[in-house]
């Protein structure tokens, strides 16, 4: 994928509602240029995926195809293509499916590791101070590493350069969340330890902080049904689920601590 491409699948993922921006796009190609795939049909890009490689594990994200071309086994093919090269770099490949896509990932020998709620909350009127957390980075880094048994340091660092955090010293626990388009969007997410405590504290703040960026506008996190407190969090702030994703994985399983993931770092594309 070149950067010429970045405005055709900007508009096909616009079509399918999904949030996505130059930046994103920028940090899948800077983080894995052969892990960004596009497919051509007489000069137009018709198809694409992406994955985010750490350092022993890879995300496959922004498997999409023109309405036109689908039905013919071009995603199949982008995938097959894509998992033949992480096969030979990782031995574990995460992604959240849509559930159109299911069974396709199915058939390249994906299982479900745990459903995933998208989860849309309002923000708040609260007297927040606005706030950056650099301090914390080092603290939230390795939370996430402890909970996914991998060093996903590079695009967290990528992610966390345009996000703001906050951090609730008392339990260790850290929200990011940044604009991305008209909404604000949660994650990283991460608890210290599995309590709604901690979670309804910060996702209270967080709400404070994008009164200030969205206005009225949503806050969406994608949370981990199998995270207890993250859910029970949310639900005491009246969120509402407005669908469902599915996270699978393939290959070498290390055991992921969803207790504490109480949202995944992205809306799906980036694990
Ligand atoms: C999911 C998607 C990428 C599949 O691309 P594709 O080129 O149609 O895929 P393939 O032709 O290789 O078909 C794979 C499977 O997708 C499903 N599928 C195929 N055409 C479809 C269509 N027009 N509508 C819905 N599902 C379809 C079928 O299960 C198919 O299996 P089959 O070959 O046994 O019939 C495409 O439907 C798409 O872009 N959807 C919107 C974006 C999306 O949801 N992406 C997945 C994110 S996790």
Redesign the pocket.
Known sequence: MREADFPSFLEFARR?GWSCDTAELRAFAGANPDGCLVADEDGEPV?FVMAYRHVRSAWIGN???APR?????????LLGVLIERLDAVVPTVY????P??R??YGRFGFQELCPVARMRLATSIGDVVFERGGASFPGLMSLDAECWGDCRREMLTTMLSARWVVHDVQSGSYLALGVVEDRVAIGPFLLGHSAPEPAVRLLRRALGISRGLVGEGAVVADVPVACAASMAAVQELSGEQISE?LCMVRGEQVGVDFSRIASFASL?SKG
């Open positions: 399918e198809g498997l999409l195809v071309a689908r039905g013919h086994g071009l995603g199949g093919h992604l959240n499916a849509a159109v896509a069974e396709l994703t799906g």
